[in-house]
Each structure stands twice: as C-alpha cells, then as structure tokens.
C-alpha cells in the first residue's frame, strides 16, 4: 500500500517558490529518507505533508485520500505523525504532560504514555520534569514519544540527529530502528547522510525544490557524482 503519493505539487513562501514540481512516493512499513543540502526545500515540503503551507498545484495522497488542502488537525486524525526539526516541545509542561497533550485515539496500535516509556526509559526518569530542564537529547527523546502518542500511520522526522552527541544520536537511532521493525512507515528528513543510510529502506536527493535523484541506500552510497554535487560529500 502506498501510504503518501505526492504529485508534482509546487509551493510557495510569499513570492518565493521554492518546491517546483516535487514527486515521490513512501510505501507502507517503509523508512524513506530525504536528503538534501540545506534551503533545498526539504522542511518546505515537510510543512506541505502536515498541512502547514499548501501547494499551489499538485496533490498530496495519504492512504488513496487527497489532503494537499486539508487543515492540519485532520491530517493528524487521518494518522500522520511529526517530530519537528528543533523539537518544539513545550517548555514549560512536564515530560508526562507533553506527552498527554499529544494523545489521540488511535489505529489500534496503542501507543500511550507507557509504551513511550519503555522505548524511552530515560523520559520515564524525567517524567515530572519540565521540558525545558531537560538536556537536547532528552528533548529529542520526547519530541519523537508526543509524535508517537497520535497513533500514527506514518511518522515524519525532520533533522533528529540536529545538534545531538554522538551517544545520544545512537539512542535515538535505535528508537528508530525499533519503531521500523513494528511496521511504522517513516519518512526521514536528515543532514547525516551517512547516519540516514544506514537506516532507510528507499532515498530520494532533493536540489532547487525538486528531487534530483532515487534509489536503494547502497546505490546512493556508490554514486559519486550525486554524493558530491548534490550532498558536499
């Protein structure tokens, strides 16, 4: 099943246009990263996925439904899921509270504060905390438990490993790794390419708005000419 088909969409910051007839596709149970140097339009499109800032042509499918106009509160009910680049959680809530602001029934798979908890221990340690007492990985931690407490069908990951140690990037990377062996669809949004790599199903290489480039993770790997001209590598 294909979970989001997107279809030549186009869009638009004020008078700059900055996806200029983007198409790519992510499968169900599938991690799909998107890579990409920065101000390519990577989180642009992010922000078209989750309804943030509709495209002025095209169309976003989720599940064989067309939400590229839809308000962003429904897209989160039809179960799409979003860890935002730079966190944003809410500072000063505790950890327990961030999560239960984000609860929402479910596809059955569900996911509650518990659960969150067992994937991260150290969020359970830091529940009554507030979020801003908490260190950047701490914070990371729980961006990805609120993003997980929606019940999503696919979850959208923009820059997770941004600014984090080395230690705490493999915590959150297992995190990953264990929500992809449960079947979650995934579209991963990440700087690291070599990180992202190891991780992902399916790649697509973003450039001036549009994708320039899309394979398997070891054929990206060989291709020379797109790691340089495309990724700095």
Not at 64 to 83: A, F, M, N, P, R
Not at 130 to 139: D, F, H, M, V
Request: glycine content about 10%; overall charge negative.
């Amino acid at each position: 099943m294909t979970i989001f088909q997107i279809e030549d969409i186009h869009t638009y910051y004020g008078d700059s246009y900055v996806l200029q007839g983007l198409t790519m596709s992510l499968e169900e149970g599938q991690i799909v990263g998107l890579l990409g140097r920065n101000g390519v339009g990577k989180t642009t499109l992010v922000n078209s996925l989750v309804g943030f800032n509709h495209p002025r042509q095209g169309r976003i499918l989720f599940k064989g439904q067309d939400i590229t106009h839809e308000h962003s509160y429904k897209i989160v009910d039809l179960g799409i899921g979003l860890v935002p680049q730079g966190r944003r959680v809410f500072p000063s809530l505790s950890v327990e509270e961030n999560l239960i602001v984000a609860a929402r029934v479910g596809n059955g798979q569900g996911w509650n504060k518990e659960r969150i908890y067992e994937l991260f221990p150290r969020l359970k340690e830091r529940g009554r905390n507030r979020a801003n007492t908490l260190s950047g990985g701490e914070q990371q931690m729980l961006a990805i438990g609120r993003g997980m407490m929606s019940n999503p069908d696919c979850l959208i990951l923009d820059e997770p490993s941004e600014g984090l140690a080395p230690v705490v990037i493999q915590q959150v990377w297992e995190a990953i790794t264990k929500l992809k062996e449960m079947g979650l669809s995934i579209l991963l949004v990440e700087q690291n390419v070599a990180l992202a790599l190891k991780l992902v199903d399916f790649v697509h290489v973003m450039s001036k708005g549009v994708v320039v480039h899309s394979s398997l993770p070891d054929d990206l790997w060989a291709n020379e000419e797109v790691k340089s001209n495309y990724l700095g590598l």
